[in-house]
Each structure stands twice: as structure tokens, then as C-alpha cells.
């Protein structure tokens, strides 16, 4: 092509014109395979895979899978990937979000389930939703990222036709409490159970942990995630508090994961006497019912979430950043121990981007040494410690996507990561 | 250089171009540095700065759901709630070991 001196001018006067649009708009890209699997078979089945015709072979999956079970067919270097088993696959999505070409798509959708649910009158339509959602719900319609859409969110589920929008943060308050209360029986011997704990709120490290660690367990907290309280207290608690059956409860957790879904389906998640969470959407997902239903963020009244269980602290908002559930633990411990108020309540030194940060705190007459990794691929050497027993922490907070839940598999595509958008 | 009317059209055009887009290629090298994913983390640690309430324990609707259902922390109530125990799946691992799957 001859390029005349008139065709440089027009492009250069097109492209700040084209860079004014905003680049967050399209990036809900979800694909929906209606299918959701039967709570007998939420371990065999997939929940991320690889559409063979549109895998370039560029292998940034592999890079970023924290298992190694997405390679290429005959572990060559110019074969497609495929996750190979679902079994070594902890459902974080992370493949999902860095893959250039949009290759990677999810396998279990709960959307035309929720649409039944909504459109059906005798059910009492619960949203529970999770902290890290907020600072990423508003990108696909023209928010900056990290701007917290809670009120213009709640709006929308209301409009959308949810009965009720109860807040994830406040069950991670409780979280808080319960699992501070534990490590701190834990440190002063009250009750029979090893140091270090671990966190327990990430599905992915979960999965990891009794898959490839099992050994491991007894360390984890016994605390169910945010999401597994408030489903139990949502159709006991709650529907005792609002006065309607939970037999007509449906619970839908709003999450930015993946592995969120494979946790909603876990049989042993049914302490209410029903099934706690009965369907699991993430941000994407979310944002693409918002947009099939016509309701902008962006020209929408605000509104809060309803009371009962939707109180919230700054210590749960930053449940959804690396260190977030560490720094909050260490709020709660300080002041459970010593009697005193904090004074001091931001720790600095958990927060960061390094894959493995550790801390010393004094915390009363005790000294607490933490450790949070970001990213399961670090979490490696830190295992191998605690197995041969040389670890010195108490307390180590993991979290499977790199940065923590905000940069989760289930949050809206980073147009700078994907060419297809 | 010879100044004659269009090299003088030329370079102006040419200057204003790069003035008025000098925000969107400043936009880019900003971006590099600036990921989305330290974006959305900024955003959460502001937030949690301009919250009145910074400390679990403040919130007052966990200290209302301890006083009237759940008692007090890890209670018999809260351990049939909101604990839990965990499976082990490493026979799974070692199928899959076993198969030259995984190492």
C-alpha cells in the first residue's frame, strides 16, 4: 500500500480521538456454557478449558498455572494446551485472565438458573457479595478500575429483581473474629492443634492444599471462607431476623473467582439444613446480566446494602488485596490480646506486591510472626518449611491469584493483557 | 531548510498534533507502569482509609449477632455454622502422578 502524505495526517489526527474511548468497556468477555454440575459431581468436572481453535500455542498459561496441569498435548513446545485433569486444577482462572486470545473460557454458568430464580415469585432472592467485586464491577461500564460501585451495584441487583443484597464483609468480619479468636487459642496452647495456621478463605489454596499437601490440613483454619458463613447464617440468622422461610431462600454469592463455584458446590456446605449458597456468578458474569438488562452503572440512584448482615469495616474491605485478611487478623489480635485500642491501625509491612512478605508484631508480651504469600506459585518453599518444621511463623496468610482477590480469575479481562478485545 | 509557507503549515500541524495528543502518549507509558491490578489494589486501600469503622470487632452488627444467636466466638453454635473440616484428595495427585500427568 502507498502511504500518501494526506493518509498520515488523517491517522494522526484519528488516534487520540480512538484512544479517548474507554479501553475498559468491553471486558466482560465471558462465554456461558449453561451447565452446572450436580453436587455429586462438582470434583470431576472442569470448570476452566481450552478452545483448541482459538490457542496459539504462546504458553502464558503455563506460565501462570500454579499446578501444571495446562500444557501442551504431548508436553511439546509447539502442541496446544489443554488442562489436562480436572483433579490437578485448583479453578483459579488465572490462565483465564492472562491468556492473550481469549482461548480460555469457563465451563459452569449459573446465569439462566438465577434468571429462573428471579423470574420465579415465591423465592426470596438472596445476593451476597463479595468485597473484591466492588473496585471491578464499574470497569466495564466506565469506571476506573479500583472506583468501589457498592452503592450503584446494590441499586442494580435491586433492579435487576434481587429481594435482597446482604454484604460479603460482613461476613468477613466474622471471619475476623473467629478465626483471630482460633489463632490465638492456637498460640496459647488452649486448644490441641498445630502452628503455623493458615487462612482459609481462598477456594484455590484449598483446593491445593488437600490435593497435593494433605498433610498439611490440621494447619489450615477451621473457618469456613466469608462466603460459607454468610450462606449458613443467611438461611438461619437472617431469615429469622427478616421472618421469611429459608426453604424459599435462593442464596447467589457474587465472587471475582472461579474456584468460588467449585466451593458453593462442596456437599459438606449445608449446616442451615439446606444447601447454603445455591449459585455461584462472578464480576464478568455480572456485568454481562447488567448489560443484557440494560442497566448502566453510570445513570443509576445509589443504595446500601439492607441491614441485618450488611454491616461493614474497613478490615473486610481489605479482605480483597494480598495481606488484606493478615493486616485485619493483626487489627483484631492486638487489641483481643492486650486489652488496649490500637493506635497504629495500618500495618505497612504486610502490604506489597512481593510474592512472599514476612513480619514480625509485637502483639502484647507476645511477639506474632506472620507471612503472606501472593500467588500459589510461591507458596512452594514456605510449604517445605512447615513440613520439616524449621518454620518460626505463626500465622501465614495465602492467597492463589498473584495480588490477591482484585486481580481474582473471575474479575473483568485487563484490556492491556488481551489482543482480541 | 528553506522556510516556505507549507514547511511552516507542516510544522505547526505537526506540533499541535503532538501537544493534543501528548495526554494519550503519556496515557501509555503510565499505563506500563501502572497496572490495573495496582490500580483496583489503591482503590481498596483508600477506601478502607475513609471507613469510620477499621476494626472488626467495632462493627456493630457482629457485636448484635453475637449478643443474640451466636454467644461468643467459636461457640458450639459457631462451629456447627461456620466451621468447617477439609477432604483429603491426594489419591487423586497420585493417580495423576502415576498416569505422567503431573510430576
Known amino acids: ?421 | 531548510m528553506k522556510r516556505t509557507r507549507r514547511s511552516f503549515l507542516l510544522l505547526s500541524t505537526m506540533s499541535i498534533v503532538l501537544i493534543s495528543s501528548f495526554k494519550y502518549i503519556s496515557n501509555i507509558f503510565a499505563s506500563t507502569y501502572t497496572t490495573i491490578k495496582s490500580k483496583r489494589t489503591k482503590g481498596v486501600y483508600t477506601y478502607d482509609k475513609s471507613m469510620p469503622l477499621r476494626k472488626s470487632q467495632d462493627n456493630p452488627q457482629i457485636k448484635v449477632i453475637y449478643k443474640e444467636y451466636l454467644e461468643h466466638p467459636n461457640s458450639h453454635l459457631a462451629h456447627k455454622l461456620l466451621h468447617t473440616q477439609y477432604i483429603d484428595r491426594s489419591a487423586k495427585y497420585k493417580a495423576l502422578k502415576e498416569k505422567g500427568i503431573l510430576q
Not at chain 1, 483459579?92 to 415469585?121: H, M, R, W
Not at chain 1, 483454619?221 to 454468610?230: F, Q, R, V, W
Request: hydrophobic share 35%; glycine share 8%.
Open chain 1, 1 to 421: 500500500m502507498n502511504v500518501t502524505r494526506k493518509d498520515l495526517l488523517k491517522s494522526t489526527f484519528l488516534l487520540p480521538l480512538l484512544a479517548s474511548c474507554n479501553r475498559y468497556s468491553k471486558t466482560e468477555g465471558i462465554t456461558i456454557k449453561n451447565y452446572v454440575p450436580s453436587v455429586d459431581e462438582y470434583d470431576k468436572t472442569f470448570y476452566v478449558q481450552v478452545d483448541q481453535s482459538r490457542c496459539h500455542a504462546c504458553h502464558t498459561c503455563t506460565e501462570v498455572c500454579p499446578t501444571g496441569i495446562i500444557d501442551g498435548k504431548d508436553k511439546k513446545s509447539t502442541s496446544k494446551h489443554t488442562v489436562h485433569h480436572y483433579d490437578g486444577c485448583v479453578n483459579c482462572g488465572q490462565c483465564l485472565i492472562n491468556c492473550p486470545y481469549g482461548a480460555i473460557q469457563e465451563q459452569v454458568s449459573f446465569i439462566t438458573d438465577i434468571e429462573d430464580a428471579i423470574n420465579d415469585k415465591r423465592k426470596t432472592v438472596v445476593a451476597m457479595v463479595a468485597p473484591a467485586v466492588r473496585y471491578a464491577i464499574g470497569e466495564p461500564f466506565g469506571f476506573e478500575p479500583g472506583y468501589n460501585a457498592m452503592p450503584q451495584m446494590t441499586a442494580a441487583l435491586k433492579q435487576l429483581g434481587f429481594d435482597i443484597v446482604w454484604d460479603n464483609e460482613f461476613a468477613a468480619d466474622l471471619t475476623i473474629i473467629e478465626e483471630g479468636t482460633e489463632l490465638i487459642q492456637r498460640i496459647t496452647k488452649k486448644v490441641d492443634k498445630p502452628l503455623p495456621q493458615f487462612t482459609s478463605c481462598c477456594p484455590g489454596w484449598i483446593k491445593y492444599v488437600e490435593t497435593f499437601y494433605p498433610e498439611l490440613i490440621p494447619h489450615l483454619s477451621t473457618c469456613k471462607s466469608p462466603i460459607g458463613m454468610l450462606g449458613a447464617l443467611a438461611k438461619t440468622y437472617g431469615a429469622k431476623k427478616i421472618k421469611k422461610d429459608p426453604k424459599d431462600f435462593y442464596t447467589i454469592s457474587i465472587m471475582p473467582c472461579i474456584a468460588k463455584k467449585f466451593e458453593g458446590l462442596r456437599p459438606e456446605l449445608n449446616a442451615s439444613g439446606y444447601r447454603d449458597i445455591d449459585a455461584t456468578i462472578n464480576t464478568r458474569e455480572l456485568a454481562y446480566m447488567f448489560k443484557k438488562n440494560n442497566i448502566d452503572l453510570k445513570n443509576i440512584s445509589h443504595e446500601n446494602p439492607d441491614p441485618v448482615l450488611g454491616i461493614s469495616t474497613g478490615a473486610a474491605t481489605i479482605f480483597g488485596v494480598t495481606g488484606g485478611v493478615m493486616e485485619a487478623a493483626l487489627r483484631f489480635a492486638y487489641e483481643a490480646v492486650t486489652g488496649k485500642q490500637l493506635t497504629n491501625i495500618e500495618f505497612e509491612s504486610v502490604r506489597g506486591e512481593q510474592g512472599i512478605r514476612e513480619a514480625s508484631i509485637p502483639v502484647g508480651g507476645l511477639t506474632i510472626n506472620v507471612c503472606v504469600i501472593s500467588g500459589l506459585k510461591n507458596a512452594k518453599p514456605v510449604i517445605e518449611m512447615v513440613k520439616n518444621g524449621t518454620s518460626k511463623y505463626h500465622f501465614i496468610e495465602v492467597m492463589t491469584c498473584p495480588g490477591g482477590c482484585v486481580n481474582g480469575g473471575g474479575q473483568p479481562l485487563d484490556p492491556d493483557n488481551v489482543f482480541i478485545l
